[in-house]
Structures are given as structure tokens and as C-alpha cells.
């Protein structure tokens, strides 16, 4: 036993030093992958997951493909010019039927109705007719049946079904939509109404952005500057909010501006109105209440960086000769601007996505990208415009960090 452990002892001190640093460092890799793996995972369940399959329903629709195989395959030789061949309607009337055996007409309908109105009830009456037809010729016995049919645009959606995949949604989504014979035309104005949507979304989360720096540079600045026990003190009222939750905050907002609240009755009691003022259900209740709620996420990134400045810049400044404006604006006001970033685009990514408080203290025009989104999922159940919405606002995002990006530059974007 002797001899064999003094062999193996030989053995290890003859494996290099190089070997063993690697055994180390691999074993040391490992552990650490075992501890990010459970984030690494939830983030990918919870999140990468999750937005891949949203810009994956934003351009993929295979309901008339699934329902109607028949017309599909027919349309595969129609030229896209006259109504289709006898062949064709004999594959529909086949479809018709069977869709009618099997209660999917109305799906059929619905997707058909999302880009001709009025389709959503034809088709299954179509469908129960076409039910009872024995023999040909269909063509004919179709249009009897409903005009639809006989229509050129109806021929041409259906065409464009035979792919699983569309644009269809991507289009209405920015107030386009295929025209008659496929080819892409802007939405009718009564119809136009997402660019005004997206827009609306972008000009309300600057305004809230602004206003929040507006508001919050003051306040961290007094934080940064007053003795340690008073600004603790204060600053656990700055972040006392998020003791809240967001719908709470935002149903005071409506308690306080409505017609008969406090704000309303404390203005008239001065004198300072004589008749309630519309201080709610519009823009400006809907700037007041987000802008309580962001006021924290731009204020804190701020003060943190201003914690860091040293006063002996702006004394430094002050002692050549520089004015008080100037000592700040040249000296001090440059070295916020890292945390002035990090705040100003966590508030403004934050308001591209609010809901609920447009939804309470704002009025119709006041609707957020949100709104439309939570429509579409809840209301109509239709993934693919709820999708398309997303989709779109999150490469808007993703398009405005990367150009925030390029101009201020990652590496100043800090916390503290």
C-alpha cells in the first residue's frame, strides 16, 4: 500500500501546472453556469420566448391554408386576372362543405373579415348553402348563393391565404392594406388611425420624460447637496410611490381632478376659478398622473451620478473667475449627463408601454399603443394586429436606443 501511494503522489505532482489551472478554471466555469442558469432560463421562458412568438404571429397566418386546402391548391394556377375556373369553385364548394361538417366556417369568416369587412357572417352562410349542393355546375351556384364569390378582391385574399405567412397585419398596423388585385394602397382615412396612434404614443412619452427631468433635476440636486440625515429623509418620500402600485396612484389622480375633487374645490374656494376646470379624461390629467408615476426612475439615476460630483469642481470654476450660471452650465451641469441619460430612457421606454393610466385619467384621443394592443388580444382575439402593434413598438425601441445609443454612447449611461 505504501509503495502504490507513493506511486500515485509521483503521478500527480508529475501533471503540469498548466493542466491543473485549467481543471481549476473549468471547474470554476462550471459552477458559476450553474448559478446564472436558473436566470438564464427564466429569462428565456419569460421573456425571449415570449417576443419571439409575438413577431412570429405578426407575419404568420395560416387559417385559410389549414381550413381551405382545396381552394388552395386550385388558386395555385390562377393567373390573378377574370374570376377562376370552374375547378377552383368546385374546390371551394368542397372546402365550404366540409367546413361546414367540421364548425370552422366561422373561422374562415373571421380571418377573411379582418381584411374585407362583412365577411364574417357571409362565409358560414355560404358555407350552410353550399352544404346542400349535390352536383355542379359550382361556379355559377356559388354567386348565386352570395355575390361574394363573384367578387375579384375576394379571389385575390384568398390567393395571397395560400402562403402562412403575410404582411397583412404589418401593413394595417402603419394604415396600409393590400387594394384589390394585391398590391398595396394606403387604408382608407376612416380606417387610418394607427400612425396618429403611434405618434400620440412617442409625443406623450417625450412630454412625460421632459417634465419628470423638469421636476426631478431640482430635487436630486437638493438631495445631493443637504447633509446625509436630511436627504435620507427625503428621499424616502421620493420613493414612497413605489410602495404603491400603479393603479392605486393613478385612481388618487382621478379622486383629486375630477369635477367636484380637491384640486377643483381648492381652486374655486380661492377664488382662482369660477367653474370647475376639465382637469381630467384629457391630455393633461394623462401627463399628470404618468409623470407622478415616473418622476422616481428619472430623479434617482440623477441623483446617483450627482452624488459622485466632488464641490470642489464648481469651487475650482468659481475661484477663476466664472459666474454662478456659468460655473454650473460649463462645470457641473456636463458631469449629470450620464445620469440624466440612464433616467430620460428608462422613463421614455417605460411610457412607450403604459396602459393603465391613459385608460383612467385619459379620454379617447389620449390612448396609448398599449390600448390598442390590449383591444385587440381581449376584445377581438386578433393576435396578429395585437402582435404587429407590438412588434412594431418594440423595434421602435429597439431603433430609438440604438440611435440614443450611437449618440450619447453606452459607456455613460450608468447608475451611479
Known amino acids: 500500500m505504501a509503495t502504490t501511494a ?49 413577431i412570429f404571429n405578426a407575419v404568420h397566418d395560416d387559417t385559410l391554408l389549414t381550413l381551405m386546402p382545396r381552394t388552395m391548391t386550385a388558386l395555385s394556377g ?20 366540409e367546413s361546414w361538417d367540421q364548425n370552422t366556417a366561422a373561422a374562415i369568416g373571421k380571418r377573411m373579415n379582418y381584411e374585407l369587412p362583412g365577411a364574417l357572417g357571409q362565409v358560414p352562410s355560404s358555407a350552410r348553402k353550399a352544404s346542400t349542393l349535390s352536383a355542379g355546375p ?5 354567386i348565386e348563393i352570395n355575390s361574394l364569390w363573384g367578387r375579384h378582391d375576394v ?56 417634465l419628470t427631468l423638469l421636476l426631478g433635476f431640482p430635487v436630486a440636486y437638493l438631495l445631493s447637496t443637504l447633509p446625509t440625515k436630511s436627504s435620507n429623509l427625503l428621499m424616502i418620500m421620493v420613493v414612497l410611490p413605489f410602495w404603491t402600485s400603479v393603479l392605486v396612484r393613478t385612481t388618487a389622480w382621478v379622486v383629486l381632478l375630477q369635477k367636484h375633487g380637491l384640486v377643483n ?11 370647475p376646470a376639465e382637469l381630467i379624461y384629457n391630455r393633461f390629467g394623462t401627463f399628470v398622473a404618468m409623470t407622478h408615476i415616473q418622476l422616481p426612475f428619472t430623479l434617482l439615476p440623477v441623483y446617483s451620478v450627482m ?20 460655473a454650473f452650465w460649463k462645470v457641473y451641469f456636463p458631469l449629470t449627463l ?27 384621443a ?43 454612447g453606452a459607456d455613460r449611461i450608468k447608475m451611479g
Request: net charge positive; glycine share 6%.
Open 6 to 54: 507513493i506511486r500515485n503522489a509521483g503521478r500527480a505532482e508529475s501533471v503540469p501546472l498548466r493542466i491543473k489551472l485549467q481543471r481549476v478554471d473549468r471547474r470554476r466555469k462550471l459552477r458559476a453556469l450553474a448559478l446564472v442558469l436558473p436566470l438564464l432560463l427564466f429569462t428565456l421562458i419569460a421573456f425571449i420566448l415570449p417576443i419571439g412568438r409575438i
Open 78 to 97: 390562377w393567373d390573378g386576372r377574370d374570376l377562376p375556373e370552374e375547378s377552383v369553385y368546385a374546390a371551394l364548394a368542397s372546402d365550404l362543405k
Open 138 to 142: 359550382y361556379k355559377a351556384a356559388l
Open 155 to 210: 379571389w385575390s385574399l384568398l390567393k395571397r391565404g395560400r402562403s402562412a405567412y403575410t404582411a397583412y397585419y404589418l401593413l394595417r398596423s402603419v394604415d396600409y392594406q393590400y387594394g384589390p388585385d394585391s398590391q398595396i394602397v394606403a387604408s382608407p382615412p376612416e380606417n387610418a388611425v394607427f400612425r396618429d396612434v403611434f405618434l400620440r404614443t412617442l409625443g406623450i412619452s417625450i412630454g412625460v420624460t421632459a
Open 265 to 275: 374645490d381648492t381652486l374655486m374656494a380661492l377664488h382662482l376659478i369660477s367653474q
Open 307 to 326: 452624488k459622485t460630483i466632488s464641490p470642489s469642481y464648481v469651487r475650482a470654476a468659481r475661484s477663476l473667475g466664472a459666474g454662478p450660471f456659468y
Open 338 to 364: 450620464p445620469g440624466i441619460a440612464a433616467g430620460c430612457l428608462l422613463t421614455f421606454i417605460l411610457c412607450l408601454g403604459y396602459y393603465i393610466t391613459p385608460a383612467l385619467v385619459g379620454g379617447p
Open 366 to 408: 389620449d390612448q396609448m399603443v398599449a390600448s390598442f394592443v390590449a383591444h385587440y388580444t381581449n376584445e377581438e382575439l386578433n393576435w396578429g394586429m395585437a402582435s404587429a402593434l407590438a412588434a412594431i413598438l418594440l423595434t421602435a425601441t429597439l431603433l430609438l436606443h440604438y440611435v440614443f445609443n450611437k449618440l450619447v
